[in-house]
């Protein structure tokens, strides 16, 4: 990691590329954005938030800052439940996610996205780096819990393995010693 910022302008293809800045939006971020009341995923419950990407030469030098996003979608998962059978499938924001473009024509029926053209002002989290199989970091959901009020815990949101796992993590990081 370089020590100085003008250190930073070096970039080594494959062994070391400097971080975008936390809160700096530029083409190809990966951003997550305020939910508006018409957000839908697969006909389920509310959204709790939208991401997307920030597609290049969208305009971001229009005098209000407006940029274009690529929206992002949750897959589907399997439910957890202590039942036999079927396990139903349920919108998993816990796990992978994929362009909308990317969606089956009649599961994108289901989702209902916000315009693609946002300002600055809806953005709550900047440059997410996602991780393996396109699934967004814990780091991310606690900053949304934390700092944006957004609690992705409750069991209408996390009913699949994934979100078992997430709000076993919160649950053991609370009480866990500082």
């Not at 969208?58 to 274009?68: C, E, K, L, P």
Request: glycine residues 6%.
């Amino acid at each position: 990691m370089p020590s100085e910022v003008r250190d930073a302008l070096v970039v080594v293809k494959g062994i070391w590329e400097p971080y975008a800045p936390a809160n700096y939006i530029m083409p190809g971020s990966m951003v997550i954005m305020r939910a508006e009341a018409t957000t839908v995923y697969y006909n389920a419950l509310p959204a709790l938030f939208t991401m997307g990407r920030v597609v290049l030469d969208s305009g971001m030098n229009a005098g209000d800052g407006s940029f274009i996003v690529e929206w992002w979608v949750p897959c589907m998962g399997k439910a957890t439940t202590n039942r036999r059978g079927k396990k139903r499938e349920v919108v998993d924001i816990f796990g992978s996610w994929q362009p909308l473009q990317e969606v089956a024509s009649d599961d994108a029926a289901a989702i209902t996205v916000p315009s693609v053209l946002r300002t600055p002002a809806d953005v709550l989290y900047c440059n997410v780096e996602l991780e393996s199989e396109n699934r967004i970091p814990y780091q991310v959901f606690d900053f949304l819990r934390v700092k944006c009020g957004i609690d992705a815990t409750a069991m209408n949101h996390s009913r699949t393995h994934n979100g078992d796992l997430y709000r076993a993590y919160v649950l053991m990081s609370i009480n866990a010693p500082t």
